[in-house]
């Protein structure tokens, strides 16, 4: 055999070998692509996006700047200028459930929500808290209990309770009606009056007394 033969008939072999290592190699591709075809496939669970709408913020009261407060009759100057006292059961808002906002009559700052409101059976309008700033706390004339006033206009609003366990908050604003206003849920606030500066109108009541420690209450208004 002569060498030409000779590498001819390598040659050969040499193609056939490389074909089957071909084959082989395409072989074992469809075997692998069948298995993993076979395999079970993790399902994730659909993921869903939570939409948080926000909450929706309670209207806030504008305010304007006066010359005096809101007009007041006989009746409502007794309560709110003179610290008098509505009679218990008479009150327009005592049983109110409606909800809204519960404003000062006099300056028309909002005071009390009327999620804040629950039924005491004391006679007059009860809240567990108030909006935050819309009211101070002083010292009643008696020297015992705890009135409450405006913080804008220093109108006298009632007294506050402590200690007796009508809701976890454990407070009671026992409120004349006569001193507030209701606006009912979706109605617009009434702009809050602010009188102008050095206005003689203007109480010293407004200017808060910080109470070191306020005496629990427990008495009826």
């Not at 074909?19 to 298995?35: E, K, N, R």
């Not at 006099?106 to 009860?126: A, I, M, V």
């Not at 006033?149 to 407070?171: A, P, Q, S, Y």
Request: with cysteine; aromatic share 6%.
């Amino acid at each position: 055999m002569t060498h030409e033969t000779e590498n001819r008939r390598f040659g050969k072999q040499g193609i056939a070998a490389a074909l089957t290592l071909v084959a082989l190699a395409a072989g074992l591709v469809v075997l692998y692509s069948s298995a993993v075809a076979d395999t079970p496939t993790e399902t994730k669970p659909a993921t869903t996006d939570t939409i948080t709408t926000p909450a929706i913020a309670p209207e806030k009261a504008t305010t304007i700047v006066a010359k005096k407060y809101n007009d007041l009759n006989p009746e409502e100057a007794y309560v709110i200028l003179d610290k008098g006292t509505e009679r218990a059961g008479v009150g327009e808002y005592t049983s109110n459930k409606k909800p809204g906002t519960y404003i000062c009559r006099r300056c028309n700052l909002p005071l009390y929500k009327s999620t804040d409101k629950f039924e005491s059976h004391c006679g007059w309008p009860s809240f567990d808290d108030e909006i935050k700033n819309a009211v101070d706390r002083h010292i009643d004339a008696d020297g015992r209990r705890i009135e409450i006033v405006c913080n804008n206009c220093g109108g006298h609003l009632g007294h506050v309770f402590e200690g007796e366990r009508f809701t976890d908050k454990n407070t009671r604003h026992c409120v004349n009606s006569i001193s507030m206003r209701f606006i009912v849920e979706g109605e617009k606030l009434p702009p809050v009056i602010r009188l102008e500066e050095n206005d003689s109108e203007t109480p010293q009541a407004t200017k808060p007394v910080v109470l070191e420690a306020a005496p629990k209450q427990t008495e009826p208004k």
